[in-house]
């Protein structure tokens, strides 16, 4: 009792008792109260007679600049995340957070990359930016909705912690963590109607993030996956890197015939149409995979798209026997595809850029065509046909490989090129090896190689 009296003095005790008029604490184990708080106290009048006044109700404080600032900020990160996730559609608004995110991540890891040397370590490193930039995109848009609901919840107010320690802005980002990644420790409680109403929210909307997490990533990795297949399989049609010439060429020594079978082209075709097609809409609905690279430093998408859109536009300027039906087709889709993505990865038109085939690279690929038995017209009215053809594409997949750091293929390869099937990390051993068991002296193999 003598406790009781020191906390709280006599003034605030019921009149022939020996209790406090009403209280709440919390006690350790040596029963000495860390914190507490009076509710209803009690006052005298001037006659000397105790009157029992109505109940005081504690209003917390607010601040109307910090809730409007954490609503403009939940409601900007909601946005984003709905327009990056769920909206399958490109969104046109000229600042997005995401669009804002990437610029300034991946702008400084260009940079680092290019401080590398060795081109095989260099476009590992910037394999490694797709995957991560995913975590990093993830992570802030958690840190913004934690920032954006400790401001509500200091506008709000209404918080006690245990020791009675004032409650600041940084405690309360705290609490705001605790409460979206729903931990509970309970060491900060909410007391007023709109601090709970917000901490149950702010609970709600970290289940909810959770499973966005769970439900994108195996979308993200199954849209990737089902894109490198195809890459992959070009790998044997047309060479590594791919090539248009060597596409053609490949194709045309697969019929016993000279020239190609039509039947055969056109289902090739057709099914690069259709990746085409599943390109733009994956890449579209999640910008993200414009960044993810392919297993071998040689391939890539904008490689493969570069191939098949030269292929589509030498069918199209004329080869003797093949109806260009079908490759008019690849080409309008390859080429939506390639438009489409330029304006994902922000890029711009460049003037400037090389030509990749010059009059002289144009004969040597005559040559090269009319070796397998394909003629490709050479008429002044062919030449312009192919020049309009490749102006439709050609600056914004040279755009786009500027900015992701991608090297483009030729129209075909100057030497001959080892493809990436018929290479492997140990083929200077096995070989050395071989040479060993004849009783030749073979070459000193060192190490095993990089094969990717």
Known sequence: MGDVRRLF?????????????????????????????????????????SKRMSPQIIVPSISVPAILGGCVIIAVVLLDAFETVVLPRRVTRHFRLTAWFYRRTWIPWMKIARRIQSPVRQQSFLGYFGPLSLILLLAFWATGLIFGFALLQYGVGGHEQLGNEPITFGRLVYHSGETFFTLGYGDIVPTSGGARALSVFEAGMGFAFLGVVIGYLPVVYGSFSKREIQISMLDAR????PTASELLVRLAGESETPGIDQTVLDEV??????????????????????????????????????????????????????HPGQARLTFAMARHAAVDLAQVVNARYDPSAPDRLTDADFDILRETLASAGLKLRDSEEARQKLTKLRSMYEPYLQATAVNLMVSLPPWRHPAKTRDNWQAGPWDRMIQAKGLAILGQRPVRPGGAEDHF
């Open 9 to 49: 003095g006599a003034g605030l005790l019921r009149a022939g008792s020996k209790r406090p008029l009403f209280h709440r604490g919390v006690s350790n184990q040596s029963g000495r109260l860390r914190a507490a708080r009076i509710c209803y106290p009690s006052f005298r009048t001037h006659s000397g007679r």
């Open 269 to 322: 075709l057709r099914d690069w149409e259709r990746w085409a097609a599943e390109l733009l809409e994956s890449q579209l609905s999640y910008p993200v995979l414009s960044f993810f690279r392919s297993q071998h430093s040689n391939q890539s998408w904008q490689g493969a798209l570069m191939t098949m859109l030269d292929v589509s536009s030498l069918v199209i300027t004329g080869i003797d026997g093949i």
């Open 238 to 241: 047309a060479g590594s890197p």
